[in-house]
């Protein structure tokens, strides 16, 4: 999550950066729910302190006026923490949506606009197709996709003969290891 220091610091900077990922952030409306919601904790703050001293002032005077001047501070205090979380919710919420600012270098866009900025050697080249993990698990008769899906639903494996015997093993490697 970005620092709303940052942003109100920086804002025309962090404007620019943001806008190669995302169109027309609105900063300013972030850094006002900022102030708002800020306000409103402060003020809370202050109706806090207010109360303990009333409280105080209680323990010592035993009088009528003081104890209505708290329950009211009381309610006061209730009444401004439902619309202080609320404003500190919105505000989080606006804030947690923009990206993290990307380096001066980076592209405008998305990933489409990703340059490869180096290689390291040959892109192997073979003369077989290529199978993804789960064609070659199942072909192999690693793992059942089929039983496994009968038995607890989409998107789960059932490991059978080598491939159960090679996840046991890897399980007590791991665990002799550590």
Do not use: C
């Amino acid at each position: 999550m970005l620092d709303i220091q940052k942003i109100i610091n920086e804002k025309d900077r962090v404007q620019e950066a943001l806008e190669k990922r995302i169109k027309n952030p609105d900063l300013d409306l972030i850094i006002a729910l900022y102030e708002d919601s800020k306000s409103k904790k402060q003020a809370l703050d202050f109706l806090r302190e207010k109360q303990n001293k009333l409280v105080n002032q209680i323990k010592i005077k035993k009088e009528d006026r003081l104890i209505q001047e708290s329950k009211k501070i009381k309610l006061d205090i209730k009444d401004l923490e439902e619309k202080s979380n609320k404003a500190r919710n919105e505000y989080q919420k606006k804030l947690g949506v923009l990206p993290n600012i990307p380096a001066e270098d980076v592209s405008a866009g998305g990933k489409e606009n990703n340059e490869v900025v180096s290689t390291y050697k040959n892109k192997p080249q073979f003369d077989f197709e290529i199978k993804d993990h789960v064609e070659l698990a199942t072909s192999l008769g690693l793992i059942d996709y089929k039983r496994a899906t009968k038995m607890s639903g989409a998107g789960f494996w059932a490991y059978k003969d080598k491939g159960a015997e090679l996840e046991w093993a890897l399980w007590n490697y791991f665990k002799d290891f550590h």
